[in-house]
């Protein structure tokens, strides 16, 4: 696995790499439970109005993160990350149920929330293979693409299960065998903004994703 910034699916634009917790340097020791998120020093950061309200919702928002992501290429102002969480949440593509849980993001809506708020075409793709992920980079779109969070981990045997995360996937690596790829929870650079072959990819992908035409 290697670290890019500057492989994209859109000639003219780069895309900057995101972590859904405020301090990109402890990601790896609260996804690991050794450090409680609520401690986060930068929390302020990402436009959440309390630490409790940052606390409870960091670990869910990988989607938003993906969408911050989107619309930043090329330098372009993006919304804070708890901004994109209000705003999915008015479109439903977060929602809390009657315990308190949080699900999301949910593809449809957050379509509707891109287009409607943003002016971004976007389409939900709700059976994709990793060859008709190829085809939209190919087309100049970007692929948030649902994993397994254990994509970080590609060193490891491949996981019994997959989706439950979402990364933003940005282009074809030049020999294009691979995707290039930002992972809201990598917990180091490499895995941040890395490559993977489509065929190691697959092993994480779940086959179901949304995809945006980015400005730029």
Not at 1 to 24: E, G, I, L, N, V
Not at 85 to 113: C, N
Not at 117 to 123: L, T
Not at 176 to 192: I, K, L, Q, V, Y
Request: net charge negative; charged share 20%; with cysteine.
């Amino acid at each position: 696995m290697t670290s890019s910034s500057t492989r994209t699916a859109c000639t003219s634009c780069t895309f900057p790499s995101h972590t859904q917790f405020a301090s990109a340097e402890l990601v790896g020791a609260i996804v690991a439970g050794e450090f409680d998120r609520a401690q986060d020093p930068a929390w302020q950061e990402s436009g959440a109005a309390t630490v409790e309200d940052y606390a409870r919702w960091c670990g869910h928002l990988c989607g938003a993160t993906c969408l911050r992501m989107a619309l930043g290429g090329s330098g372009a102002e993006a919304p804070s990350l708890f901004e994109l969480r209000d705003g999915a949440l008015k479109f439903g593509a977060y929602t809390v149920d009657a315990e308190g849980e949080i699900h999301g993001m949910i593809y449809a809506p957050a379509v509707e929330y891109v287009r409607e708020a943003h002016g971004v075409d976007a389409q939900v793709h709700r059976e994709l293979t990793v060859e008709e992920t190829g085809a939209l980079l190919d087309a100049g779109r970007v692929v948030i693409a649902s994993v397994h969070y254990a994509i970080r981990r590609p060193h490891d045997p491949a996981p019994e299960r997959k989706g439950g995360h979402l990364v933003l996937v940005t282009a074809r690596t030049p020999d294009g065998a691979g995707f290039h790829f930002h992972n809201p929870s990598g917990t180091d650079a490499a895995t941040r903004t890395a490559d993977l072959p489509v065929t190691r990819f697959a092993d994480y992908f779940a086959g179901r994703g949304m995809s945006l035409t980015p400005k730029g």
